[in-house]
């Protein structure tokens, strides 16, 4: 399995357009806040939400929500295609996410409690306030 994970640090303070076409992934905001905009559907998150790329997609992105005490930070996971393809014919796609190649859900309890900067996990690790990580990709 194809599998990349970094951290992802932004200036802090809200930023300028930026453009790509993202590959698969999941991000998980740590601190801060997003927008980004496929096609017509935009999409705001924050801290405790997660965004799901599952295909190939152009995105217009943009940090909303950043300021030198709370700099925008995520951790980004890249997907591998196979792997997601046979996780959804293993466990069968759930309904709401049929068609929707970007989605924005809560992060899951047991992940935020190890991730986000008010766990316990980050403050005795001394991520992310203070210091965000290493870079990411």
Same mark, same amino acid.
Do not use: H
């Given at each position: ?9 932004? =200036? ?9 076409i993202? +590959? ?5 905001v740590?601190?801060?806040? +997003? ?5 017509? /559907? ?15 997609v ?36 759930? =309904? ?6 970007? /989605? ?12 986000l ?16 990580? =290493?870079?990411?990709?």
């Amino acid at each position: 399995m194809r599998t990349r994970t970094g951290w992802r640090a932004r =200036p802090s303070r809200p930023g300028a357009l930026q453009y790509a076409i993202n +590959k698969p992934l999941v991000a998980m905001v740590l601190q801060g806040g +997003k927008r980004v905009t496929m096609g017509e /559907r935009t999409y705001d998150f924050g801290a405790g939400e997660s965004l799901l790329i599952t295909t190939d997609v152009p995105t217009v992105s943009q940090i909303t929500r950043a300021s030198a005490g709370e700099p925008y930070i995520s951790l980004v996971f890249d997907l591998d295609p196979a792997v997601i393809e046979g996780l959804v014919t293993d466990m069968g796609s759930p =309904p709401s996410a049929a068609g929707e190649p970007v /989605r924005i859900e809560p992060t899951e309890g047991e992940v935020a409690d190890v991730c986000l900067p008010s766990s316990p996990f980050a403050r005795s690790s001394g991520l992310p306030s203070g210091s965000p990580g =290493p870079d990411g990709p």
